[in-house]
């Protein structure tokens, strides 16, 4: 199982200095800013997932472990067998869990086997991390955020991420060094202040929720690739609104629309990919202070795009 020791450790420190005046505790383990405003600094200018037959059940090989309910500083980890330490909430076992309540000072950790998938269910559930990503998955074969029908869900970071972050770290609310699923029939919000707002090492795909998210730098960041299936996808970036940044691995670095409402607003480019971009159906409206689409090769069915 993979360990990010710097980081956490840097992480916990700065939730330390945040929670010294409060006690947080979680019951049967132990203790434990609004709109995007320009920080002082300068914005910087995939494996193939199984099939899921529903977009609001778990994967096929992911069980129901339970609930976990946020309560201001404290967490109800229930039977679920997660811990919650100084604002982190880590989850080392696979399968399938139930997020609600609100949190302004938390994170969450998934750090399970290599072979393993979870599933985070937003049931309802409002959280900000004011010092790194709100949703971080370390180490797992796919990580799939669900947006539970009928609910809705904010995800949000803050500007004090540590230092580490900047160089080769976590720096996107939502981070994922594996294959990353957003999904279901609910809403979810994304709020990055410090830099991206959904960033993946490897694949992230997109189907059905109602996504909207705002961003300081690049809004939905795959570095093996970004495919949109289908959803109503709305995005507001300082520099790239959809892109995949893998350039030298073959048959990745590609982004691809196949579906969905999408309207994307951004600083830079709409739709950037670093080998081929394929739009082949859907409706985006787009906004974009570079190019609306940009990439070596692109495939872009026409009346597709308007801006």
């Given at each position: 199982?993979?360990k990010?020791?710097?980081?956490?450790?840097?992480?916990?420190?700065?939730?330390?200095v945040?929670?010294t005046v409060?006690?947080?505790?979680s019951?049967?383990?132990?203790?434990d800013?609004a709109t995007p405003s320009?920080p002082?600094q300068?914005a910087?200018k995939?494996s193939?997932e199984?099939?899921?037959p529903?977009?609001?059940?778990?994967?096929?090989?992911t069980?129901?472990?339970?609930a976990i309910t946020?309560n201001?500083g404290?967490?109800?980890?229930g039977?679920?067998?997660?811990t919650?330490?100084?604002?982190?909430?880590?989850?080392?076992k696979?399968?399938?869990?139930?997020?609600t309540?609100k949190?302004?000072t938390?994170?969450?950790?998934?750090?399970?086997?290599?072979s393993?998938q979870?599933e985070?269910i937003?049931?309802g559930?409002?959280?900000?991390?004011?010092?790194?990503?709100v949703?971080?998955?370390?180490?797992?074969?796919?990580?799939?955020?669900?947006?539970k029908?009928?609910?809705?869900?904010?995800?949000?970071?803050?500007v004090?991420?540590?230092?580490?972050?900047?160089?080769?770290?976590?720096?996107?609310a939502i981070?994922?060094d594996?294959d990353?699923?957003?999904r279901?029939?609910?809403?979810?919000?994304?709020?990055?202040?410090?830099?991206?707002?959904?960033?993946?090492k490897?694949?992230i795909k997109?189907?059905?929720v109602?996504?909207?998210?705002?961003?300081?730098?690049?809004?939905?960041?795959?570095?093996?690739s970004?495919t949109v299936s289908?959803?109503?996808?709305?995005?507001?970036?300082?520099?790239d609104?959809i892109?995949a940044s893998?350039?030298?691995?073959e048959?990745?670095?590609y982004?691809?629309?196949e579906?969905?409402?999408?309207?994307l607003?951004?600083g830079?480019?709409?739709l950037?990919?670093?080998t081929v971009?394929?739009?082949?159906?859907g409706k985006?409206?787009?906004?974009?202070?570079g190019?609306?689409?940009?990439a070596?090769?692109?495939?872009v069915a026409?009346g597709?795009?308007?801006?």
């Amino acid at each position: 199982m993979k360990k990010s020791i710097s980081f956490f450790t840097l992480l916990c420190l700065l939730f330390a200095v945040i929670l010294t005046v409060s006690s947080c505790a979680s019951k049967g383990t132990t203790n434990d800013k609004a709109t995007p405003s320009s920080p002082n600094q300068s914005a910087p200018k995939e494996s193939t997932e199984e099939s899921v037959p529903d977009q609001n059940t778990a994967p096929d090989n992911t069980t129901p472990v339970g609930a976990i309910t946020f309560n201001g500083g404290s967490v109800d980890v229930g039977s679920t067998g997660a811990t919650f330490e100084n604002g982190i909430l880590t989850i080392t076992k696979a399968g399938s869990y139930e997020l609600t309540g609100k949190s302004d000072t938390c994170g969450i950790v998934v750090n399970v086997d290599k072979s393993e998938q979870v599933e985070l269910i937003l049931a309802g559930v409002e959280l900000t991390n004011p010092v790194g990503p709100v949703v971080f998955c370390d180490s797992a074969d796919k990580l799939f955020l669900t947006a539970k029908e009928g609910t809705t869900n904010h995800l949000k970071d803050g500007v004090d991420y540590p230092a580490s972050a900047a160089v080769d770290g976590p720096n996107a609310a939502i981070y994922s060094d594996d294959d990353l699923t957003i999904r279901g029939s609910g809403s979810l919000k994304v709020t990055a202040l410090y830099n991206n707002g959904i960033s993946s090492k490897n694949d992230i795909k997109i189907k059905e929720v109602t996504l909207t998210l705002e961003a300081y730098n690049t809004g939905i960041r795959g570095k093996e690739s970004v495919t949109v299936s289908s959803g109503k996808i709305t995005v507001k970036a300082g520099n790239d609104a959809i892109k995949a940044s893998e350039e030298v691995e073959e048959g990745k670095g590609y982004v691809t629309v196949e579906g969905g409402e999408l309207t994307l607003t951004a600083g830079d480019d709409c739709l950037q990919a670093a080998t081929v971009l394929t739009v082949s159906g859907g409706k985006i409206t787009a906004s974009a202070g570079g190019k609306l689409t940009n990439a070596p090769t692109e495939n872009v069915a026409e009346g597709i795009i308007n801006g």
